[in-house]
């Protein structure tokens, strides 16, 4: 489990020009580190018990915006995507 060096073509909303935009611009180190905590105990028979959580992981990007924000649209943003405060 991990992230990939890749690129990806997107749209620069300014302009509507289109550009190269690699993983590197985001902060890997992070995601990284979000996905370690997203990896939980589960009690079922497969492998060793330990599974990767994809809700969890979404739960704590949405946290982790949320801490870039002011109180009024951090609250509505995990608001609006159900996770509790």
Known sequence: MGFTSSKRKGVNMSGGQRYERSEAMMNNERL???????????????????DFDRWKFAELIVRECGNFTDSVTRKLMLQHFGVKE
Not at 32 to 41: A, F, H, T
Request: charged fraction near 45%.
């Open 32 to 50: 990284r580190e979000l996905e370690q905590q997203s990896v939980v105990y589960t009690d079922d028979d497969d492998d060793d018990g330990w």
